[in-house]
C-alpha cells in the first residue's frame, strides 16, 4: 500500500465529510461499479424470483436484502481497488468472487452479524484486513472509538434513503397514469380483494423497484462506510502527515543529490545549511505555485479587485446598522444665555461669600478638634463593659441575708446561741453572714434560684483556698442540720467561730463604707 | 487532481477558500431532526386550539402552514443559515461563494422544496444531491445556495511544549505544515509511528538521537516559540 498512490486527497475530516466523500467516490467510479454490481444482483435475484414458490414472492425482496453482505463485499472490492487507481475489469471483480465469499466472513455477516447497524464501518477490517478473533475485537474497539455513532446514523439515513426510492419509484407511476387504474390497485390492496390476475406483476413491481433502490444506494453506503474506516485510520496513523514527510524527505534527497556533486566532502548538516542559500530561491518559487498555497491561481486586476470589495463591503451583512430609540425634548434650542446680568452678578457675590464661609467653619472645626483632641479620641477608645450593678437578693431559701437583719458580732452571737443549745439558729446565723459577705462585699451574681451547691460554685473561682474551704465546711454542716436534722459535734463547729473573723474579715470594711454612706 | 469533496472560492483580494459542501446523509438527518421538531410544535397548537371548536382548527391549519413554508426561512436569515436540525449536524446554508444566505435566496430554496419533494419525500432531491457537484438540491440550484459543512475547530489545540530549534532550511508552507500538525496530534499517535513518520523526512533527521522530539521542537520554532 502507497500512500501516495491515493486517489483521494488525505486530510483531516470530520466524520461527516469523510461520509460525504464516500459518496462523492461513488459518483466518481460509478462506471466501474455498476456492471459488476448489477450483474451479481441478477444472479441473486433471479433464481430467488424464479425458485420461490409463488405463495412467497412477496418476501423476494427481504431475501435479496438479506445477501446485501454479498455485494456490499465486491463492491468493496472494486472501491478499495479505484482509491488507488486500479481499474478492476468485470472478469477480475467476478474471480475475486469465490475469494470474497471464503475469506471475508462472509458467513457470520450472513447470520449473527446480519443486523449490525456499523456494518459497512467494520467490513474493511474483515475484507482489507483480514483480521480474525481477538485482533479483530480489538480493532473494532480501536476503530468504535470515534466514528462507531457516525456509522450508525449512516445506516439509519440510507435506509431512508432507500425507501424514498421505492417510494418515489411507485408515486411516479401514480403522477403518470392518465386512467387511475394504478391508484384503484392501491385502493384495493388497502381493502384487502386481491385481484389474482395482477397479483403476480405488481409482486414483480414491487420487486423490481427494491431491486433498483439497491442498486442506486447501496453502493453509496459502502462508500461512506469505507471512507469512515480510511478517515479513521487516517486520524490513528496520520496518514496526511506521512505523505506530507515522505515529500519533504525526497525534496531533501534531491537537495543533497545535486549538490553532492559540487561539494561532496562537507558535512551533511553544513550542506543542508548552504543549500539553503543557494537552491532555496528556486524551490520556494517552485512552491509558490504549488496548489497548496492558499492563494489563488488566477486574480482580479486591482481596480475591478477593488470596486468588488467595495461591492461586497456595501451588502447588509458587512454593515452594522441598529435601529435605537430614544426620548429627545421638543425644543432642543441651546439655553437662552440670561439676560438679567444684575441677578448673576448677586448670585455670585452670595455664592463666593458662602463658599468663604464654608472655608472659615471648616479650619474652626479643625482648631477646635486640635484642642479637644484628648476628649475626642477618649470617645474612640472602646468602652469597657460595665456590668449592671445587680441587687442581691433579700431572702435566700428562706434565709434573710439583708445585712441589717445581721447582728455586729455574729461568731460570738453564734457562739452564745450553740452554748444555749440553738443549734439551728447558731448555724442559720453563721451562714446567713457568709452569704451577706458574698453577696454584698464580693458581689457575686447571687440569683434568688440558687441552691447551697450553686453558691459553692460560683465562689469557688473568685475565694482563697482557705476561704472556699471555711464556706465549704459551714454550707455542708448548715445542711445536715437544716434538712438532715442532725447536730454536728462540738469540734466540728468550734473552727466555724474561731475562723469567723478570718473568713469575715473584709465585711467590716463593708460595713464601715455603709456607714459612711 | 485528488478526489475531495471540496471547492475553492477566490476572494477579490486573491484568498482561496475552501469551502466543503454537506452531502445526502447529514442532510436528510438534520431534515429528519427539523420534522420531528414541527411535528411536535404542530401537534402542540392542535391540542391548544381544538378547544375552541372549528374556528380553532383552522386557525391551527393556518399555523401550521405559517410553520411548514417559513420555519426554515425564518432560521436560515436569522441563525446564520442554521435550522436546529443543520445546528446539530454542524452545517449550514449559504451563498455559493459562502456569503451569507439572501432573504430571496432563502425564500426560493424553501419554496422549490415543493419540487424537490415530488414524487415522493424528496425523491427529485434526492436524485439532485447523489448527481449534483456540489451535493445540491433542485432549489439549491435555482436559489444559486449550498449546504456546508462548519470547519472543524483546529483539531487538538495544544500548546507545543517542545523547546524551539530553528529549521536548517527553508520549508515550504505545506511541509511547516505537516510539521506543526505533526507536533500537535503527539497526544493520538502512538511513540512508535511518531518515530517512523520523523524517519520519513530522511535527511532532516539524520544523526538525530530522537527524529520526533527534534521534529516537534522545529514546529515550536516554526510557531514563533521563544527559547
Given at each position: 500500500m502507497k500512500l501516495s498512490d491515493l486517489s483521494i486527497q488525505v486530510r483531516q475530516r470530520s466524520a461527516w465529510e469523510a461520509i460525504d466523500l464516500g459518496f462523492a467516490l461513488v459518483r466518481q467510479h460509478w462506471q466501474a461499479l455498476i456492471l459488476p454490481y448489477f450483474l451479481l444482483l441478477l444472479l441473486v435475484a433471479l433464481p430467488v424470483w424464479l425458485l420461490l414458490p409463488e405463495a412467497y414472492l412477496p418476501i423476494a425482496g427481504l431475501v435479496v436484502w438479506w445477501f446485501k453482505p454479498l455485494f456490499d463485499r465486491l463492491l468493496l472490492y472494486i472501491l478499495s481497488h479505484q482509491l488507488f487507481n486500479e481499474q478492476t475489469s468485470l472478469a477480475e471483480a467476478f474471480s475475486a468472487l469465490p475469494q470474497l465469499i471464503r475469506h471475508t466472513g462472509l458467513f457470520s455477516g450472513l447470520t449473527?452479524?446480519?443486523?449490525?447497524?456499523?456494518r459497512s464501518y467494520v467490513l474493511p477490517i474483515w475484507q482489507l484486513e483480514g483480521l480474525r478473533g481477538k485482533p479483530l475485537r480489538e480493532r473494532k474497539e480501536l476503530l468504535f472509538l470515534q466514528g462507531h455513532s457516525n456509522a450508525l446514523w449512516l445506516t439509519i439515513g440510507c435506509i431512508h434513503l432507500e425507501f424514498i426510492v421505492v417510494l418515489s419509484l411507485y408515486t411516479l407511476i401514480l403522477m403518470f397514469d392518465p386512467t387511475g387504474a394504478a391508484w384503484e390497485h392501491i385502493k384495493s390492496m388497502f381493502r384487502g380483494d386481491v385481484d389474482i390476475d395482477t397479483q403476480y406483476w405488481r409482486m414483480l413491481l414491487d420487486f423490481g423497484f427494491y431491486l433498483l433502490a439497491l442498486l442506486a444506494i447501496e453502493p453509496f453506503y459502502v462508500a461512506a462506510g469505507f471512507m469512515l474506516y480510511i478517515n479513521r485510520r487516517t486520524q490513528l496513523e496520520a496518514w496526511d502527515i506521512e505523505i506530507a514527510f515522505r515529500n519533504l524527505g525526497e525534496r531533501l534527497n534531491q537537495l543533497t543529490k545535486a549538490s553532492a556533486a559540487v561539494?561532496?566532502?562537507?558535512?551533511l548538516l553544513l550542506m543542508l545549511t548552504s543549500l539553503c542559500l543557494i537552491v532555496s530561491p528556486s524551490v520556494y518559487a517552485q512552491y509558490a505555485e504549488s496548489?497548496?498555497?492558499?492563494?489563488?491561481?488566477e486574480r482580479l486586476a486591482p481596480e475591478q479587485a477593488a470596486a468588488k470589495i467595495k461591492e461586497v463591503m456595501a451588502l447588509d451583512e458587512l454593515n452594522n446598522r441598529t435601529k435605537v430609540k430614544t426620548w429627545v425634548a421638543k425644543?432642543?434650542?441651546?439655553?437662552?444665555?440670561?439676560?438679567d446680568q444684575f441677578s448673576e452678578g448677586v448670585i455670585q457675590l452670595i455664592a463666593s461669600i458662602l463658599k468663604s464661609l464654608l472655608w472659615i467653619v471648616v479650619i474652626v472645626v479643625v482648631i477646635l478638634a486640635l484642642v479637644y483632641r484628648q476628649k475626642i479620641l477618649s470617645y474612640l477608645k472602646p468602652l469597657r463593659h460595665q456590668a449592671k450593678p445587680t441587687t442581691p437578693p433579700e431572702v435566700l431559701f428562706g434565709l434573710?441575708?439583708?445585712?441589717?437583719?445581721?447582728?455586729?458580732d455574729i461568731a460570738g452571737t453564734a457562739r452564745r446561741l450553740w452554748q444555749e443549745g440553738q443549734t439551728r439558729e447558731a448555724l442559720s446565723l453563721l451562714y446567713r453572714g457568709a452569704l451577706v459577705i458574698l453577696t454584698?462585699?464580693?458581689?457575686?451574681?447571687?440569683?434568688?434560684?440558687?441552691?447551697e451547691g450553686d453558691i459553692l460554685k460560683l465562689a469557688q473561682p473568685t475565694t482563697a483556698a482557705d476561704r472556699y474551704q471555711y464556706l465549704r465546711t459551714l454550707t455542708k454542716l448548715w445542711q445536715t442540720k437544716a434538712y438532715a436534722h442532725r447536730n454536728p459535734s462540738q469540734q466540728d463547729v468550734e473552727p466555724l467561730f474561731t475562723g469567723w473573723n478570718q473568713f469575715q474579715a473584709p465585711r467590716l470594711a463593708l460595713s464601715t463604707e455603709a456607714v459612711q454612706a | 487532481m485528488r478526489l475531495d469533496t471540496t471547492y475553492t472560492v477566490n476572494t477579490p483580494e486573491g484568498i482561496a477558500l475552501e469551502l466543503s459542501p454537506a452531502g445526502p446523509v447529514p442532510r436528510t438527518l438534520a431534515w429528519l431532526v427539523d420534522l420531528m421538531i414541527r411535528a411536535g410544535i404542530s401537534l402542540l397548537i392542535i391540542i391548544v386550539l381544538a378547544f375552541m371548536g372549528n374556528l380553532g382548527l383552522g386557525l391551527a391549519m393556518i399555523f401550521i402552514f405559517l410553520l411548514e413554508w417559513f420555519y426554515p426561512v425564518w432560521f436560515e436569515l436569522r441563525y446564520q443559515g442554521q435550522t436546529p436540525g443543520k445546528r446539530l449536524l454542524n452545517i449550514y446554508v449559504a451563498q455559493l461563494d459562502a456569503s451569507p444566505i439572501s432573504p430571496a435566496a432563502s425564500v426560493v430554496r424553501n419554496l422549490l422544496r415543493v419540487v424537490d419533494f415530488?414524487?415522493?419525500?424528496?425523491g427529485f432531491g434526492l436524485a439532485s444531491t447523489l448527481i449534483s457537484k456540489r451535493f445540491q438540491r433542485l432549489g439549491d440550484l435555482a436559489a444559486n445556495t449550498v449546504v456546508l459543512h462548519?470547519?472543524?475547530?483546529?483539531?487538538?489545540?495544544?500548546?507545543?511544549?517542545a523547546s524551539p530549534e530553528p529549521a536548517p532550511l527553508i520549508l515550504s508552507l505545506p511541509e511547516q505544515q505537516a510539521l506543526i500538525l505533526f507536533a500537535q496530534r503527539e497526544a493520538t499517535l502512538t511513540p512508535e509511528r511518531q518515530q517512523e513518520l520523523a524517519l520519513f523526512t530522511e535527511n532532516l533527521v539524520?544523526?538525530?538521537?530522537?527524529p520526533a522530539a527534534y521534529l516537534r521542537s522545529l514546529a515550536s520554532w516554526l510557531i514563533g516559540k521563544q527559547a
Open positions: 449473527y452479524r446480519r443486523f449490525s447497524l456499523s561539494v561532496p566532502s562537507l558535512a496548489e497548496h498555497e492558499f492563494l489563488a491561481q425644543n432642543s434650542q441651546e439655553p437662552k444665555p440670561s439676560k434573710d441575708i439583708r445585712p441589717e437583719s445581721l447582728p455586729e454584698h462585699e464580693e458581689h457575686l451574681d447571687i440569683q434568688a434560684g440558687h441552691t | 415530488l414524487p415522493f419525500f424528496y462548519k470547519s472543524l475547530p483546529v483539531l487538538n489545540q495544544r500548546d507545543l511544549s539524520k544523526n538525530k538521537t530522537d
